[in-house]
């Protein structure tokens, strides 16, 4: 719960697409909408509720039924975590499904590495001027993407991931373009991980943790996790760690931008993506693994 600024985390399923079309923005978690409904009414007539209101809220303020249910428990589904989260043990191939295979993560990492690499080329081996070399940099990075996105549509792929990251790095490549500046290729990005931060810690403020949600449906719990302490704590951890992850990646990449260093900029963006992410979802796992029991997951 990529062009080198877009921060597109790489977690996407796409054996998932063809079954049911996204809502807005992707959360991982998957049931339907009647073994929801029937998980939060089991819950609720035998479990203490922890979550706030879980005991008055009406079926008007809760977000498992109806159309709402089936379009988030889909997206759920086609998240990384929804890759991994009923496994009983993770496998390094089942790691590298959730974020997104080999093609995903080529996508996510080679045009923000050919635009590193070729622009630290051209102006710290060539000698040229860092606006001069910024064009070819930028140049190279726009055309890798467009080739990813043409081999999807060729061999008949789903293309929305290799889309979403040619917008992200065409629009990043605008930015920079227009400011003359090679460190502003990478401040979309900043603005991302802003967001989903943000977004996160709101869903916290209202106390319906949005990692909470995502594993709920995912596991057909639905919203009866509320009605239990330890999966309520749970999920409100799990939901800081991710919001950790956003702000550590705004922590550490801000003052590289400030100070004008994009080569260690452009490094850390790399390490901070792909591996940092992988890194996150293994903990969510093993997270979601302790508080769901083996017989519940293996039940779905």
């Given at each position: ?11 996407h399923?796409e ?19 009647g ?7 089991a ?7 922890y ?11 809760r977000?498992d ?19 991994i989260?009923?496994e ?11 974020v997104?295979?080999?093609r995903?993560i ?25 606006q ?6 930028l ?5 890798l ?6 081999a999807r549509i ?16 065409i ?22 991980n802003?967001a ?6 709101i ?20 919203v ?19 919001i950790?992850?956003f ?24 390490l ?28 779905e």
């Amino acid at each position: 719960m990529q062009g080198p600024d877009a921060e597109r985390e790489p977690g996407h399923d796409e054996r998932a697409d063809a079954a049911a079309q996204p809502p807005a923005e992707p959360a991982p978690g998957a049931a339907d909408a009647g073994s929801v409904d029937d998980a939060t009414s089991a819950a609720a007539d035998d479990v203490t509720p922890y979550g706030p209101d879980a005991a008055t809220a009406g079926a008007a303020d809760r977000p498992d039924s109806g159309e709402f249910a089936r379009q988030f428990a889909a997206a759920a589904e086609k998240s990384g975590l929804g890759a991994i989260a009923r496994e009983e043990k993770l496998t390094g191939r089942d790691l590298l499904t959730a974020v997104g295979g080999v093609r995903g993560i080529l996508e996510a990492l080679l045009p923000g590495l050919v635009f590193l690499v070729t622009y630290s080329l051209l102006t710290s081996v060539a000698g040229q001027d860092p606006q001069a070399a910024l064009v070819p940099a930028l140049a190279a990075s726009v055309g890798l993407a467009v080739v990813f996105t043409l081999a999807r549509i060729v061999t008949k792929g789903q293309p929305t991931q290799a889309i979403a990251g040619l917008i992200g790095v065409i629009a990043s490549a605008a930015l920079a373009l227009w400011t003359g500046d090679a460190r502003d290729n990478y401040v979309l990005g900043f603005f991302t991980n802003a967001a989903y931060a943000v977004a996160l810690l709101i869903s916290l403020l209202v106390r319906w943790p949005a990692i909470g949600l995502i594993v709920g449906f995912l596991m057909g719990d639905g919203v009866a996790w509320r009605e239990d302490r330890r999966k309520y704590r749970a999920a409100q951890f799990l939901t800081l760690v991710w919001i950790g992850l956003f702000v550590a990646r705004l922590v550490v990449q801000v003052p590289l931008y400030l100070v004008d260093n994009v080569e260690a900029l452009g490094v850390t963006r790399l390490l901070m993506g792909v591996p940092l992410y992988a890194l996150v979802l293994v903990f969510t796992w093993l997270v979601v693994r302790a508080v769901y029991p083996s017989a519940a997951r293996s039940g779905e």
